[in-house]
Structures are given as C-alpha cells and as structure tokens.
C-alpha cells in the first residue's frame, strides 16, 4: 500500500503540494489526474524519494520514504518500476541493454536477465528491436521500451509518469492496452499520472484529482464521471472556464 | 550594499553546503566497486586514450617551438646545448602539464558536463536512482578514476612527443647535434621534474572530471541548461588548471 500523508512540497517559494493526502491499495491503479504543473508528477517523484518532501510523507508499505537511510531506499526502489514521461532511456545504449540494466543491479545471472529481457520486450510487443538503439526506435516505442524496462524487474508496484503525452491516438490507445496488460498479468499495484480523461478511464480503477496542492475528489471512474464538482467536472469535459 | 554582500554570503555558504554534500556523497559511492569497477576502463579510453591525438598533436608542436625559441634567445650567449634543456625542463615542468590539461579542459570537461548535464534534464539520472543505482557511483567516480589516471598518462607521452619534436627541430634547423641535445637535456634534469608533471597533472585531471560532473549533475532548464553548464565547466576547469598550476608551484618547487 502507498499512503501520501499530507505532503507539501515548494520549488523557490511557490507551492507546489499543500498536504496531498492519498492511500493506494495494493492491487489497484490510482490514476491521478489535474492541469499541467499542478504537482501530480512531482507527488510520484516523492514515491521513489527522487525528491524530499518539505512536510509530510510517503509511506510505502508501512516504510516512510524520506526517512530511509541509502540501504532502505535502495531496497525500497527494487520493488518500484517507474516509466517516465520522454522514457528516459540510455541513449548509449541498445533497448535490450536498458532493459536489462535494472537486472544486472540485482545481480541476476546473464541467461536470467536474457530470458527476463526477452519476456519483457515481448510483453510490450517490441520482440526483435533488442539491437536497436532508442534514438532509431518512434516515441511510442521509447514509452513501450520504458515499460520493458520497469516490468522486467517484476516490481511490486509500477508508477507511470504522463504515459500517453506526446502520442497520436492510436498509439495513446496501445499504451492504455498495455497498462491494463501489465496490471492483469502481474497484478502490480499502479499509479498513473496523466491528464488524458480517455487514458484515466480505461486505465483506472480509482480517480484523484489534484487541484492547488491537494486532493480535491477521489472516486472509482463511475464517480468521477458523474461529478457534481464544478472543478472537476471542467477538467474531466476540457471545458476552457 | 550590505543586504548584497550578505545574500552572496548566505548563497556562497550553501554552495559550499552542497559541495560537502556532493563530497560526502561520493565517499559512499566509492565503496560501491561493483558498479564503477567495470566502467571505468571504458572511461580511461574515452577521457583518456581518446584524448591523445589532440593533446599530441600541441606536445609537437609546443615542441618546435620551444627549440626555435630557446636557440634564438641563447646563440651567441650561451652554448647552444642548452636548447636540450630548455626543451626538457620546460616540457616536463610546464608546458606539458599546463597545455594538455587546458586542451583537456575543453575536450574532456566540456564533454562531461555535456553529457551529464543532457542525460540529467532528460531524466536519465532519475532513471539510474529509479533502477536502484547511485548516480555518483555510475557517473562520477568512473570519470573521477579515469581523469585522474589518464591526463597524466597522457601528460607524459605529450612531454615524450615535445622532447621528441624539440630534439628533431634542433637537429634539422639548428645544426644541433643528438649528444648536444641529449647533455643539455640531461644537464638540469631531476628525478623531481618528473613526479611533479605527475602530481600536477592528475590534480589537473581530478579537477577537469570533478568539475564537468558537478555542473553536470547540477543542470537544469533544457538544452539552453546544458550549454550554461558546458561552458562553465570549460571556464571554470581552465582557471582551475591555472590556480593549481601556481599552488604546485608555490607548494613543491
């Protein structure tokens, strides 16, 4: 179980998050939605300890995440895939060499991480692209290759960050397919953070809503969609006011 | 005035914070020999092998010009043998640590704020933490080892290559025998000269890699964030090079 406890977080005196408070179950996707710069990938961060919380924290399995030492956030972090939003792959590396490259840090043997390698690619439908390098692979293929890479450790939980920013339709639709894929087969405990309505209710089984630092609705898809809240319901319609 | 002087004081003060930070954060990483054991030779080739035609190539040349230029001060005040050691001492104490480690300012400094600075804004240094490695230990102390060992390898074979250079001008141009070349080469040598090129370049070579990946690390803003930091490291590693050049000096001459 993830639990974000009255979080806040500022960069250079703007405050970012003002006292998210969110509890993921496991086995669930919480989908987090909200406008562009309104903290949610900045809340994801925190997860991982990418970044430390100004107050508050996140608890991941009973373990507060800014409070760990090197060892229990190293531990912590084995147990997390994480996809980010541009993929963020190796550039000097082959898709098969970013993928295996979490798997070496667990000192796994080479056929292992081959064959883990192997099942991943074909999880996301990139079997055969082992060779190719990211800067000859499209942009969808990239965020395919990121979630290779983060399912191929088998982690206990799985955050993605703007999954299906930047793609057309169709490929947004693949990725969608591929989340749901990845929750079904492994039964990984999600969090997605997007702002793409169509992504949040295929994906989803719950619906956060992040407006000005805190979490201003949080339901199942048939909740959200039937919102009385006028901020949500602008958001969730694409309403301009 | 004094409310300026007081926020440089405070902002210098944190710098010096995060710098410590920075420092004792890399003491961990090197225990971590697992992960920077394996990419530090593909670095020492990188920083180091790769570095060779452009630091041999001013070696040469520094070379040629420092026999001309000894032979044109020293004829007919003192005898020409002395070219030999002009060429040696001045190789061995200056010019080939100072010239190579700022041609490796530039090469090897900019090259790895560059590539540091670039894998940071594209999250590529979030990804390593995510996959449960230490940044610094995959990034950092492979660069940090491979400057350190490598600009002094480099040094001495740019040192070779002028002497070499100095020697061959000296005996097309000057008239200059080899056993001429060779007593003025051996006539001020000392052991010395040789462990201080050696001293001096490797803090030459730490600073270029500290430096480059500090600025690195610490980018932000995009492409425009990676050519700030590239820059910087480029000034900063020169003067760096320049400062030390002054503190060997002052230190173990």
Known sequence: MIQFRDLHKGFDGQVVLDGFTLEVKDGETMVIIGLSGSGKSVALKHVVGLLHPDAGDVIVDGRPVSQLDRAGLMALRRE??????????????????????????????????????????????????????????????RKRVGIARAIALQPRYILYDEPTTGLDPVTSAVMNQLMVRTRERLGVTGIVVTHDMRSAYTVGDRIAMLSEGRVRQVGSVAEIQATTDPVVRQFIEGRPE | MIDRIGRSAVAAVRAAGRFGHFLADLGHAVRDVATWGRLTLV????????????????????????????????????????????????????????????ALAGRVGASVAAELGTMKVTEQVDALETLAYDPLAYLVVPRLLAGTVMVPAVVVLGIVTGIVTGWLTSMSLLDLSTPEFVKGLKFLYQFKDVWFALVKSASFGLTITLVGCRLGLRTRGGAEGVGRSTTQAVVISAMSILVLDAFWAVVLL
């Open chain 2, 43 to 102: 670095q020492m080739r990188r920083l180091g092998v790769d570095s060779l035609p452009v630091a041999l190539f001013i070696s040469a040349f520094t070379g040629i010009v420092l026999a001309l230029q000894a032979s044109y001060t020293f004829t007919g005040t003192v005898p020409l043998y002395v070219v030999g050691a002009v060429v040696g001492k001045t190789m061995m104490l200056e010019l080939g640590p100072v010239l190579t480690g700022l």
């Open chain 1, 80 to 141: 997390i895939g994480f996809v980010f939003q541009f993929a963020a792959l190796f550039d000097s590396m082959t898709v098969a060499e970013n993928v295996a490259l979490g798997l070496r840090r667990r000192g796994l043997s080479e056929e292992t991480i081959a064959q883990r390698v192997g099942e991943a690619l074909e999880l996301v439908d990139l079997s055969g692209t082992d060779d190719r390098l990211p800067a000859q692979l499209s942009g969808g293929m």
